[in-house]
């Protein structure tokens, strides 16, 4: 695996899926820093950042999830723009990129190709959002299904099923938590295993990618700094 692959699938092992019904917990901005442990290869640092935009250039109820990995000799961010109305998340913009040795690339996505399908950062809220209340939540119901584009705005198709609730204890501190095991229909072998926190939705605590019966790599939360939605709302551009 290049390392170029092995930046986008450190992202993309955080950054997937929407999902369910029912009521939706507001907002709240973080940091959250994690250390990904990867089989074979130098741990990395992860840094998620939720923080709600509210200037002239983006009325109303819109926020932004940004991620970042890095490693010894490479990185990689990525960046989801989205509103919020009432039960609805609409994508509005996404962007990433990495770098190898200082050789990279930039990929885009705009707002009339986000129409249809989410963005992975937009997806990652809104599972994390509804998980809690999601109806697949039993082995004798069916796997949720989903469609969200990647960086390249190619669609891809995910199942999930919720399978546990409770506290999750972390680096960070000990929190209320969801697991959601999801996996590529036709690659039933894997599975990518996300906990989040129950009550602030976009909070990522744990994530496991299992391969046949066996863990390759796994995310821990380390470092968590929550703030009030008005004290974020007018600082980035």
Not at 81 to 95: E, H, M, N, P, S
Not at 213 to 232: A, Y
Request: aromatic fraction near 8%.
């Amino acid at each position: 695996m290049s390392y170029r692959t092995l930046i986008f699938k450190t992202l993309a092992v955080l950054l997937l899926i929407a999902a369910s019904t029912l009521a939706l917990a507001a907002p709240t901005p973080f940091i959250a820093h994690y250390r990904l442990d990867i089989s074979g290869w130098p741990d990395a640092t992860i840094t998620h950042r939720l923080s709600r935009l509210g200037n002239d250039s983006h009325p109303g109820d819109v926020w932004e999830s940004a991620m970042s990995a890095s490693l010894k000799v490479a990185s990689g961010e990525e960046r989801g723009r989205f509103q919020l109305d009432a039960d609805r998340v609409q994508a509005l913009d996404y962007t990433s990129a990495y770098s190898l040795v200082g050789i990279g690339d930039e990929y885009h996505l705009d707002r009339s190709q986000l129409q249809s399908l989410p963005d992975r950062q937009t997806a990652l809220f809104e599972l994390s959002q509804k998980a809690t209340a999601a109806r697949c939540a039993s082995p004798q119901v069916s796997p949720c299904e989903l469609d969200y584009q990647n960086h390249r705005g190619k669609t891809e198709t995910l199942y999930y099923r919720v399978t546990e609730h409770g506290d999750t204890t972390t680096p960070a501190g000990t929190f209320p938590g969801v697991t959601v095991d999801t996996w590529d229909p036709e690659k039933r072998e894997r599975h990518l295993y996300f906990t989040f926190h129950r009550d602030i939705p976009g909070l990522l605590l744990k994530m496991r990618y299992v391969r046949e019966d066996e863990e390759r790599s796994h995310l821990t939360l380390t470092d968590l700094t929550l703030s009030k939605p008005d004290e974020t709302a007018n600082e980035r551009p």
